[in-house]
T-cell receptor
């Protein structure tokens, strides 16, 4: 399975601190995506990084990708209470029809 | 655009009853995905369509589950008969024709409770 696995499963930090979440996967990928899910809501796309990219930024988000280690990290800087949510990584396989596969997520709590 | 629309938002039914979940994808999106989310198993892909044609239904748990997409703007996921273990949140998502590898836009989900 190419399923991504996020680490840690849960993370609790103080407002203003940085939050780092990691994702590992098993097969070669076309791209890796990060999504956020607020409680009781659908997933919202945050950022996509392609296999030939190593780092990408979007506002307070920074994503890195290391294809040699089959891993990615999501950094949220200067966290806010509103960042409290579950964060999922998802991967598209490089070949075949295998669709986007999601990990089980990291639950982030930002305490004001 | 209103985004992906799902109905109903909540469904409570009794074991053995038929359940139909509905989804309207974002206009112009050619890919539609049905997911199921539970605490135990996380987010699982059930089936996805491209241009209204089912491409991969290997995630459909058993014959009690069926999905259709009669046109580009509507899809249903049906469970007949329903069982308590089907209780979950069911999400529909869509993406552009530019690639199945692109961003997916999720609906708000249908929370299904089977008693």
């Amino acid at each position: 399975s190419q399923q991504g696995e996020e680490d840690p499963q849960a993370l609790s930090i103080q407002e203003g601190e940085n939050a780092t979440m990691n994702c590992s996967y098993k097969t070669s990928i076309n791209n890796l995506q990060w999504y956020r899910q607020n409680s009781g809501r659908g997933l919202v796309h945050l950022i996509l990084i392609r296999s030939n990219e190593r780092e990408k930024h979007s506002g307070r988000l920074r994503v890195t990708l290391d294809t040699s280690k089959k891993s990615s990290s999501l950094l949220i800087t200067a966290s806010r209470a509103a960042d409290t949510a579950s964060y999922f990584c998802a991967t598209w396989a490089l070949t075949g029809n295998t669709p986007l596969v999601f990990g089980k997520g990291t639950r982030l709590s930002v305490i004001a | 655009d209103a985004g992906v629309i799902q109905s109903p938002r909540h469904e409570v039914t009794e074991m053995g009853q038929e359940v139909t979940l509905r989804c309207k994808p974002i206009s112009g999106h050619d890919y539609l995905f049905w997911y199921r989310q539970t605490m135990m198993r996380g987010l699982e892909l059930l089936i996805y369509f491209n241009n209204n044609v089912p491409i991969d239904d290997s995630g459909m748990p058993e014959d009690r589950f069926s999905a259709k997409m009669p046109n580009a703007s509507f899809s249903t996921l049906k469970i007949q008969p329903s069982e308590p273990r089907d209780s979950a949140v069911y999400f529909c998502a869509s993406s552009l024709a530019s690639g199945r590898t692109d961003t997916q836009y999720f609906g708000p989900g249908t929370r299904l409770t089977v008693l």
